[in-house]
C-alpha cells in the first residue's frame, strides 16, 4: 500500500483528477474566468517552511502540464528570490501569504502598511495577483480581520484572497492541515468563511482520489502545505511525528479555547 502524504501520493492524486477528467485552475484563474468549467479543482499550496518541497511539487505539477497557486511567506526561512522565480519559470501562480495582522499585534492600520511593503518585496521578483492570509494557531489574531470587504485589496492592486474570493457554497473545500483532508478541531484557523453545508469529507489521500474518480466533488479546492509531504523515508518518519506532536498542541488549544 502507498504511504500517504507523500510524493508518489500527491503525483496519484494528479493523475486521478486528470483520469476523470477535471480540469486544473490556478486561483487567479478561477476568479478571473467569465464562465468555469463543468468539473475542475483548485490547486493551492501554502509554503509555510521547507520551499525545497514545494519545488519537488511545482515540478510534479509541470510534467503533467498543471499550473497551481503558491502562497509564500516572506519570512527568511522561506522567502527566496531565485525559489519564487523557479516557481513562475514552471507555469505557477505565485502569490503572498501573508501575516501582517500577526505581525502588528492586531493593530489593522499598521498591518495594511506592513502588508504593503511585504508585497512589494515580493513583487521585485514575480507578478502576483492574488494573496492568501497565513493561519498561526499560536496568535490570537485571524489575518483575514484586515479587510472587512475583499475590495480592500483594490488599492494593492490585488484581484482576490483565496478564501474571501472564493465561493464556497460551488466549491468544496479541503486542506491537508492536521494530516488529514478531514474537517475537525486540528483546522483551528485554517477554514473558509461563509461556507455552504459540506455533504463529502475525505480522511486519506486515497479517499480524495476515490472522491474524484467517482465525481462525487465536480468543483474542488484542495490545499496542500508541501512541507508535510515526503520524498523519502527519513522524511517521511520526521514529518509525521512532527505532525502528531503539533496536532496534540492543537487539541489542547482547543480545548483551552
Not at 464562465?35 to 483548485?42: A, H, Q, Y
Not at 509541470?62 to 523557479?86: C, G, H, L, M, N
Not at 475590495?151 to 491537508?176: I, N
Request: charged share 30%; glycine share 6%; proline share 4%.
Amino acid at each position: 500500500m502507498m504511504r500517504d502524504f507523500t510524493d508518489a501520493a500527491y503525483a496519484s492524486l494528479l493523475d486521478t483528477g486528470l483520469d476523470a477528467g477535471y480540469d486544473f485552475l490556478t486561483v487567479e484563474e478561477y476568479i478571473r474566468r467569465e464562465t468555469l468549467p463543468e468539473r475542475f479543482v483548485i490547486l493551492r499550496h501554502d509554503v509555510d517552511r521547507k520551499p525545497e518541497n514545494s519545488t519537488r511539487f511545482a515540478h510534479i505539477e509541470a510534467e503533467r502540464d498543471i499550473s497551481s497557486t503558491y502562497y509564500v511567506r516572506t519570512i527568511d526561512k522561506v522567502f527566496d528570490p531565485q525559489f519564487v522565480r523557479d516557481l513562475a519559470a514552471l507555469g505557477h501562480e505565485v502569490g503572498y501569504h501573508y501575516e501582517d495582522l500577526d505581525r502588528a499585534d492586531g493593530d489593522v492600520r499598521e498591518a495594511r502598511q506592513s502588508f504593503g511593503s511585504q508585497l512589494a518585496l515580493l513583487r521585485d521578483h514575480v507578478d502576483v495577483d492574488t494573496v492568501c492570509m497565513h493561519g498561526n494557531p499560536l496568535t490570537p489574531h485571524d489575518n483575514r480581520d484586515m479587510w472587512d470587504d475583499p475590495a480592500d485589496l483594490e488599492p494593492f492592486d490585488v484581484v482576490g484572497e483565496a478564501y474571501l474570493s472564493m465561493d464556497f457554497t460551488d466549491v468544496t473545500y479541503f486542506s491537508d492541515t492536521g494530516r488529514t483532508w478531514e474537517d475537525g478541531a486540528l483546522k483551528i484557523k485554517d477554514h473558509t468563511m461563509g461556507e455552504g453545508d459540506k455533504r463529502v469529507s475525505a480522511d486519506s489521500t486515497a479517499d480524495l482520489e476515490a472522491l474524484l474518480r467517482e465525481g462525487r466533488v465536480p468543483r474542488a479546492c484542495l490545499l496542500t502545505h508541501p512541507n508535510r509531504w515526503a520524498d523519502s523515508t527519513t522524511e517521511y518518519v520526521a514529518e509525521t511525528a512532527k505532525d502528531a506532536i503539533t496536532n496534540v498542541g492543537k487539541r489542547g488549544l482547543t480545548l483551552l479555547r
